[in-house]
């Protein structure tokens, strides 16, 4: 989930898509007919495989003149304007994810879930929006969903009916099939922003603010182990993209994600994706094996797309064990909900580790929570800047750098509230002034309203 749509202003001008698929052809029956005809004698006629050696427009050329001189065969009276818009979904077929290509082409557009082949919904500015947009029926859908999947070698079948994956522009995609699926395949996308959002970005659409921007370069710089913590579509993602961008050029990472999304701008970065079972059910490779794995590819930094089970201990020893600079996201709704998440997903790592112990491994471990929320009116915030402090008794203690307070709801349904330092020197303070990262009084007095 990209941070920016959340900020896109409601008086947007409607995109063409919504003009061109209200048209009274795109419901009927008929019309839906016309276009699969055409798509199937387009495949009887025309020899896709010899046309893939050729350059990707001249293709297209070709492809387009093919599908015209199909429709000119047919009866059904058609205006100039329909002709091009069948011509058009045809090509989306054929080259494209067919209904879904002209959501895919809005830059509006953040989320498209598809929860029955005649209910497509979209995600713009934060909010749940009823498309017009409908699949012929459930086979065309689920021709689409294995379009996707192939693309990326991975399947999907009744033998393994769930499936993550990604599309060129790193976009995530989850479908789910029969006999899963109740009513027919689901499909979801998350997209990333065609151009992937800086800092300043983040600052100007008031997600946190530059003292906590500061904060966080600094600890970046400054090596220490930091987890973002925060619900579906909350921009933990986003964030790590962002957090990512202050590591230096000169220092060698390694990241590890279930499918690959991450988009680190440095050049010394060695990438590295789970693998599903075969169908047999053999040749799965889990996020803990690659976990494992990287520490000995003798890296500087480790960054994990999400730790989500048992490799959340590997993930910690590699934090206590020399790899500072580490980073990764976690479902959580608050810093202390992460302790706790944490504290579980070590359990299922089958350690036979006593919860104390468990403690002490997050508590040296982890130096920063970052936590991040998604607001009622679609915005996102940076809620809280926690640092854990270490143990105290039986318990991790952390302490709150940066608080959002939330104050209220606006005439316009926006939320209120104010960025708030609580006052507290961090105790890591010591080790960014060691580094050089030295911040000046007035970043832990700031205080900026939201309004």
Same mark, same amino acid.
């Given at each position: 989930?990209s ?6 202003p409601?008086?947007a ?6 003009l061109?698929?209200?048209s009274?052809h795109?419901?009927a029956p008929?019309?839906q007919?016309?276009k699969?005809s055409?798509h =199937?004698?387009?495949l009887? !006629?025309?020899?896709l495989?010899?046309?893939?050696s050729?350059q990707?427009?001249r293709?297209?050329?070709e ?5 015209a001189?199909?429709?000119?065969e047919e !009866?059904t009276?058609?205006?100039l304007v %329909?002709?091009?818009?069948v011509?058009?979904?045809v090509?989306?077929?054929v080259?494209?994810?067919g209904?879904?290509e ?12 598809v929860t029955?082949?005649?209910l497509?919904?979209? %995600? =713009?500015a ?10 012929k ?6 021709r689409?969903?294995?379009k996707?999947v ?5 399947r999907?079948?009744e ?5 993550d994956?990604r599309?060129?522009d790193?976009?995530?995609v ?6 899963v ?13 065609r151009?992937?959002? !800086?800092d300043?970005?983040?600052v100007r659409m008031?997600?946190l603010? &530059?003292q906590m921007?500061?904060?966080?370069k600094a600890?970046?710089?400054a090596?220490?182990n ?11 993602t986003t ?6 961008d202050?590591i230096? %050029?000169?220092?060698r990472i ?18 590295m &994706?789970?693998?599903?079972?075969n169908?047999?059910?053999q040749g799965?490779i ?5 976990v494992?794995n990287?520490?000995?590819m003798?890296?500087d930094?480790?960054?994990?797309g ?5 490799e ?7 934090m ?8 990764t996201?976690?479902?959580a709704?608050?810093p202390?909900?992460?302790?706790? =998440? ?5 359990g ?7 919860v104390?112990a468990?403690?002490?491994?997050v ?11 998604r607001?009622?009116?679609g ?8 640092e854990?402090?270490g143990?105290?008794g ?6 709150d750098?940066?608080?959002?307070? !939330?104050?209220g709801?606006g005439p ?11 006052g507290v020197?961090?105790?890591?303070n010591?080790r ?6 030295t ?11 939201v309004?």
């Amino acid at each position: 989930m990209s941070f920016g749509t959340a900020s896109a202003p409601a008086q947007a001008k409607e995109p063409g898509w919504v003009l061109r698929l209200t048209s009274k052809h795109e419901s009927a029956p008929m019309y839906q007919e016309l276009k699969f005809s055409i798509h =199937r004698k387009l495949l009887e !006629r025309v020899n896709l495989e010899i046309l893939s050696s050729m350059q990707s427009e001249r293709v297209r050329a070709e492809v387009r003149s093919a599908v015209a001189r199909l429709l000119d065969e047919e !009866r059904t009276p058609l205006s100039l304007v %329909e002709k091009d818009r069948v011509i058009d979904e045809v090509l989306d077929e054929v080259f494209g994810l067919g209904p879904l290509e002209p959501l895919l082409q809005d830059p509006t557009v953040s989320d498209i879930l598809v929860t029955t082949a005649r209910l497509v919904y979209i %995600e =713009r500015a934060g909010k749940l929006i009823r498309t017009p947009v409908e699949f012929k029926d459930t086979a065309h859908l689920q021709r689409i969903i294995e379009k996707i999947v192939s693309r990326v070698g991975r399947r999907i079948d009744e033998s393994s009916p769930m499936v993550d994956a990604r599309l060129p522009d790193g976009s995530r995609v989850n479908a789910v099939i029969a006999p899963v699926a109740v009513d027919g395949p689901m499909l979801s996308i998350r997209r990333f922003g065609r151009e992937p959002l !800086r800092d300043t970005d983040l600052v100007r659409m008031m997600t946190l603010t &530059e003292q906590m921007l500061a904060l966080m370069k600094a600890c970046v710089k400054a090596r220490l182990n930091i987890i973002i913590s925060g619900g579906t579509g909350a921009g933990k993602t986003t964030l790590l993209n962002i957090l990512s961008d202050y590591i230096p %050029e000169d220092e060698r990472i390694v990241t590890i994600e279930d499918a690959a999304e991450l988009q680190l701008r440095q050049v010394h970065v060695g990438r590295m &994706e789970a693998r599903p079972p075969n169908i047999e059910g053999q040749g799965a490779i889990r996020i803990r094996q690659l976990v494992i794995n990287a520490l000995r590819m003798r890296p500087d930094r480790i960054v994990v797309g999400e730790v989500r089970g048992e490799e959340c201990l590997d993930m910690l020893q590699a934090m206590n064990t020399g790899h500072d600079g580490s980073l990764t996201t976690v479902h959580a709704n608050s810093p202390r909900d992460a302790i706790s =998440r944490l504290e579980v997903m070590v359990g299922m790592a089958n350690a036979n580790m006593g919860v104390r112990a468990i403690r002490q491994q997050v508590s040296s471990a982890v130096d920063l929570f970052i936590q991040v929320a998604r607001m009622s009116d679609g915005t996102r915030r940076v809620t809280h800047l926690t640092e854990c402090v270490g143990m105290e008794g039986e318990q991790v203690t952390t302490q709150d750098i940066f608080v959002f307070d !939330r104050t209220g709801i606006g005439p316009q349904g926006r939320v209120q509230g104010r960025f708030r330092p609580t006052g507290v020197r961090p105790k890591f303070n010591e080790r960014l002034t060691a580094v050089g990262m030295t911040l000046p009084p007035e970043v832990f007095q700031t205080i900026v309203e939201v309004n």
